[in-house]
């Protein structure tokens, strides 16, 4: 079946060149007739008519339009000569009524000028020049050349200079116009590249080198505590979803801070305000009565609020005035800072997630598909061998089974690859899901327990805390050689630990690409400063550990599931 291409839409001109082609027009047959006083002259004009027909029918021709236009100069160039000869005054006659035409040169030239063309201008106005020439030298007033005569000299020279600089004026204008539209014309990728040049210098440049917003929040915590009295201070930041995410946290015991924006809190009212709020009661669900003071400055970075500082005192009266004020002079500057640490997470967790699923397109669609093709290739072999050759169909079998087993680990890799902390479900979810799909496929007894509070912790430290537990979740099964997998998730921002048993052979034996994954979880754990601990359990097997934080204080109000399950 074939479809016939559509006929290209024929470019018009546009309808303000043609209005102000026809004005010139207009112009120009009134001052060949109040020149002349003769209707013949009018011939020139219906003459620039006929010459000007290409530039309103075919504009953009790259033959008829400068024809056109050409052909424009020339006619006035030549009429220009004779309408000076039949000027109706003597006192005109002297070659200043070749005024009356000469106007009409500025519209072909703007024309070539706005179009950009250089060259084309210039040869207009060398034709321009020579058409002047030659009419003035044929033209005579008196038996002398008109070319003779200082007045048409001189109008011939004005329009001449005249044309030149509305010339480059419209040029100029058309280049400015050019560069603005340019400017704000979007270039994502030349604007991507220029920011991310800077953010790298100036990451280079930060004290630590580093752009880590639990250790951006931590410091202020500290400095805090050094201007006003804070028996509970913690740092928080927008998740999604209309809750907030605990970045640091101070004090004696673990507070169950309210993270929901829609509460009716003062962390609602200064969110919202984005001024500080004080309060005689505390802002945590899990403290118990008593007298309190709360006080919570928004984090402002610009007119967006990055975050929110929380600092509460066991005393009534706590923070009045002058401390808000000692309090929001360091806000201030580390909303900045804690804004450009939030935005390097994003950033940085946007490009690996992209890579990841990128890695995953590459192998589904590569190597997986080629792995099959070489596992049905084995089939058909066995299918077609001599039963007298049993030595070699055995060999096929045995190829065929490494052969199944490679395509197994290939799709728990892209499992692994597209795997995602889900902002609904959470991290422990996350991991429960793996490690019961990753059990399954491994023959391992799965038993998982979860003890996760409502609060979330940060998007780039839950997608760490999945890519540890998933590296020590597939040690386990691929190096471990155990039966049973025991999988721990305890989490209470900005707390963590995530641990992950078997009762295989011990880390002591494990293949080295085991010891490799190993490396890359310490640097995963130190990178959301975390560590990483190693240990043997007791009677076999291994025991990995993340910890993030430090642990929380029993007896703090916490909605936890636990669940144990044997696949």
């Known amino acids: ?260 924006l829609d509460a009716d809190s003062a962390i609602a009212e200064a969110w919202a305000s984005q001024q500080p709020y004080t309060a005689s009661r505390s802002q945590a669900r899990s403290h118990r009565r008593g007298d309190v003071s709360a006080l919570v400055v928004p984090l402002v970075a610009g007119l967006r609020t990055v975050g929110l500082v929380i600092i509460e005192a066991d005393v009534s009266g706590a923070y009045p005035p002058v401390v808000v004020q000692q309090v929001t002079a360091l806000t201030g500057p580390a909303a900045l800072r804690l804004e450009a640490a939030l935005l390097f997470d994003e950033v940085r967790s946007l490009a690996t997630n992209e890579e990841r699923q990128r890695l995953a397109r590459e192998i589904h669609d590569g190597v997986a598909q080629e792995l099959v093709m070489v596992g049905y290739g084995i089939d058909n072999a066995l299918a077609t061998l001599p039963d007298d050759a049993k030595e070699t169909a055995e060999e096929l079998r045995t190829l065929r089974g490494e052969v199944t087993r490679v395509i197994t680990e290939l799709r728990l890799s892209l ?19 793996y490690a019961r799909t990753v ?50 998730c305890s989490i209470d921002p900005p707390y963590a630990q995530i641990e992950v048993s078997d009762d295989g052979q011990g880390i002591a034996d494990q293949r080295p690409d085991g010891r490799y994954g190993l490396a890359i979880m310490a640097e995963r754990a130190e990178r959301i400063r975390g560590r990483l601990e190693i240990s043997p359990r007791s009677p076999s097997g291994t025991t990995v550990a993340v910890v993030v934080g430090t642990p929380p204080r029993r007896g703090s109000v916490r909605d936890s599931v636990t669940a144990s399950e044997g696949e």
């Not at 979860?450 to 780039?460: I, V, Y």
């Open 1 to 260: 079946m074939t479809s016939e291409a559509p006929a290209p839409t024929p470019i018009r001109a546009h309808p303000l060149a043609v209005a102000a082609r026809i004005v010139m027009l207009a112009l120009v047959a009134v001052l060949v007739l109040l020149t002349t006083q003769q209707l013949e002259q009018l011939w020139w004009v219906a003459l620039l008519i006929v010459a000007g027909l290409p530039a309103v029918i075919a504009p953009r021709h790259p033959v008829l339009a400068p024809l056109g236009r050409f052909a424009e100069v020339i006619v006035v160039g030549i009429g220009a000569s004779q309408v000076a000869e039949h000027t109706a005054s003597n006192a005109l006659g002297q070659g200043i009524g070749a005024a009356a035409l000469l106007p009409y040169l500025s519209v072909p030239l703007t024309v070539t000028a706005l179009r950009r063309r250089s060259r084309e201008s210039a040869a207009l106005l060398a034709t321009a020049t020579v058409a002047l020439v030659v009419g003035g030298t044929i033209s005579s007033t008196g038996g002398d050349p008109l070319i003779a005569k200082p007045g048409y000299l001189v109008v011939a020279a004005q329009w001449l200079i005249l044309a030149s600089l509305g010339t480059l004026a419209a040029s100029t204008l058309q280049r400015i116009m050019q560069q603005r539209e340019k400017a704000g014309r979007p270039q994502p990728y030349a604007e991507a590249t220029r920011l991310l040049t800077q953010l790298r210098s100036v990451a280079r440049q930060l004290p630590g080198a580093t752009l880590d917003p639990g250790g951006i929040s931590e410091h202020l915590v500290e400095e805090l505590r050094g201007v006003a009295r804070a028996d509970r201070a913690a740092v928080l930041s927008a998740s999604g979803g209309g809750r907030l995410v605990v970045l640091a946290q101070a004090g004696v015991d673990r507070v169950d801070w309210e993270t929901s």
């Open 415 to 433: 499992f692994e690859l597209r795997s995602e902390v889900d902002r609904q479900g959470g991290l422990a979810a996350a991991i429960s899901e």
């Open 439 to 488: 059990g399954a496929s491994g023959g391992l007894r799965v038993h998982v327990t979860l003890d996760e509070s409502t609060a979330r912790l940060p998007a780039a430290t839950e997608a760490e805390l999945l890519r540890i537990a998933q590296e020590a979740i597939t040690n386990a099964r691929k190096h471990a050689g155990a039966t049973n997998l025991w999988v721990s």
